[in-house]
């Protein structure tokens, strides 16, 4: 049975930092494309930024130079580090774990940024 499981979302200041955690299991995490999306209320799910197997990584331009996504393999993990945060970041966060035609989701984690 797959799982992906966010955590690390909360209530940050403007300027503030937060890092969020996905980890997984039942899949051969090192093989999956791992993506971050979030969901502000009333807008679609949005796509953030994503690292491959090989540590490819890119990034939205409106969070280039503030999120960094990172990979621990041997923790079946992927991070977002989230820095300078804005109240426009505010929104429900979620990992996305794709190969091929195998797609999973978390259930998401809030964080909202105050101004």
């Known amino acids: 049975q797959v799982q992906v499981m966010e955590s690390g979302g909360g209530l940050v200041q403007s300027g503030g930092s937060l890092t969020l955690s996905c980890s997984t299991s039942?899949?051969?995490?090192?093989?999956?494309?791992m993506e971050w999306y979030r969901e502000a209320p009333g807008n679609l799910r949005e796509y953030v930024a994503e690292?491959?197997?090989?540590?490819?990584?890119k990034y939205i331009p409106s969070v280039k130079g503030r999120f960094t996504i990172s990979r621990d393999n041997a923790l079946n993990t992927v991070y977002l580090q989230m820095k300078r945060l804005k109240p426009e970041d505010t929104a429900e966060y979620y990992c996305?774990?794709?190969?091929?035609?195998?797609?999973?989701w978390g259930q998401g984690t809030q964080v909202t940024v105050s101004s």
């Open positions: 690292i491959r197997p090989r540590n490819y990584t």
């Open positions: 039942g899949i051969i995490f090192s093989q999956y494309i």
């Open positions: 996305h774990a794709s190969k091929g035609d195998r797609s999973y």
